[in-house]
């Protein structure tokens, strides 16, 4: 018997050996002041609530051996990965690839770029750079996933309706049964939190499901 959330808009079934839990972007740059997130005007304490929920969902996927995959929103050091209109956006004076408090700005192996404490990956987890918002984009995401067999994702991390949701969209347009962990992702505006949710199970689930940590974690039991 295949493991059930109890999940808006209904049940959702996965097999833990075909599922991959998608940890979006829980980077110093997003959650910590002085990163990227703060540079626009952010409050980061915002996001920093969901870590406890991150760790116990981590967790669960380590205790079921399921796929974890962090991903990492981080451009090549010559920037030669980030579209000047992304880098122009918002006009700051000190934007991606500028030198900041965590170091060069949304840059790969940049202290900025690197995950909370908290939520290091483990070795033999997979850490995924990506350029864009969506972790499709740009990425052998969806080569992996095809390629170890894996149909259902559990998808956490930041921020809801910008990294959470267009992966979550992308990875729906490719055929993969998403679970978004609506307590393991965080907005710095929850209202704009708690209209995702609402847009992804809206009409039958048109993105995919929603449930809460605890439902996951009862489906495990
Ligand atoms: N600004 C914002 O809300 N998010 C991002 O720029 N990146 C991610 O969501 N990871």
Redesign the pocket.
Known sequence: MKPIVDARPYPYAFDPAHTAVVL??M?RD?LEPGG??AM?G?DVTTLQRIVPACQALLALARAHEMRVIHTQ?AHDAQLLDCPPSKRARGGLSCGIGDVGPLGRVLVAGEPGAGFVAELQPLPGETVLRKPG?GAFHATGLDAMLRASGITHLLIG???T????QTTMREANDRGYECLLVEDCAA??FPHFHAAVVEMVVAQGGIVGWAAPLAAVQDALR
């Open positions: 979006i972007d980077q997003f990227f997130g626009l952010n929103e918002k991390g930041v921020t309706e910008v990294c959470v907005s710095y």
